[in-house]
């Protein structure tokens, strides 16, 4: 079996200037962490005009930043 990440970055208001940085941020040390557990896979959501989901607009450049994070 398989296991994998699924992420829809959230930033529930009231935001802060650096609220949507620090989630991306915790995102990528959480998928680092879980290469080293074991899993296999990463997902992240594209959403456009959605105020507190999916604040990840561009998914392809945090990806690109996963993958310096990671070895798979």
């Known amino acids: 079996m398989k296991f ?3 992420y829809q970055i959230q930033v ?3 935001w802060t200037e650096e609220s ?3 989630r991306i941020w915790e995102a990528l040390d959480q998928i680092a962490y879980a290469e080293e557990v074991g899993y296999d896979s990463v997902w992240f959501s594209e959403h456009h ?3 507190e989901w999916s604040h990840n ?3 392809d450049l945090t990806l690109a930043a996963v993958s310096q994070r990671t070895s798979r």
Request: no cysteine; glycine share 6%.
């Open 4 to 6: 994998g990440l699924f």
């Open 12 to 14: 529930p208001k009231p």
């Open 20 to 22: 949507e940085a620090r």
């Open 49 to 51: 005009f959605r105020p």
């Open 57 to 59: 607009s561009a998914p």
